[in-house]
């Protein structure tokens, strides 16, 4: 189980990687040691340019995806949610802090490492019914 160490840890790195604008090696070995699989997994996920943000106009609305194996997956970094199957049944259950999409969001902004996507207000319904479809 992750403790509150471990993401104050996470957080840390974070600030510092907005800073100079990368992660260090020194950083990414200490979030493997920390997070193992995980930090794997969101590391490929933002190799593989799969972190979205949309931003509708005019409103300014802003929701972050991820590109998921089998579908897209909405984030809420605020609330720490994410709508994948592991934050369900690992996250809520507190087997572990945080899935790989969310950790793959905080890296992306801290890094401004993601797809930027500009669209329109009239969107927003029809793209957030189909973030929230469940699996198929």
């Known amino acids: 189980m992750t403790d509150n160490s471990e ?7 974070c600030k ?3 800073v100079t604008g990368k ?6 070995n200490e979030l493997y040691e920390l997070f193992g699989q995980r930090f794997t997994k969101a590391l490929d996920t933002l190799k593989d340019n799969r972190v ?3 931003v509708f106009k005019p409103s300014a609305r802003i929701v972050w995806i991820v590109v998921g194996r089998e579908r897209d997956y909405l984030i809420m970094p605020e609330a720490e949610y994410c709508t ?3 934050f369900y049944f690992r996250v809520l ?3 572990v802090h945080m899935c790989y999409h969310l950790f793959a969001q905080k890296i992306a902004q801290n890094l401004d490492w993601f797809e930027l996507i500009d669209t329109n207000d009239e969107d927003y319904g029809m793209l957030m019914s189909e973030w929230k479809k469940a699996t198929p």
């Open 16 to 18: 510092q990687a907005k």
């Open 93 to 95: 259950d507190k087997k």
């Open 52 to 54: 979205k943000k949309y």
């Open 23 to 28: 992660l260090s090696g020194e950083n990414i």
């Open 84 to 86: 994948c199957d592991d």
């Open 7 to 13: 993401i104050e840890t996470l957080n840390t790195i």
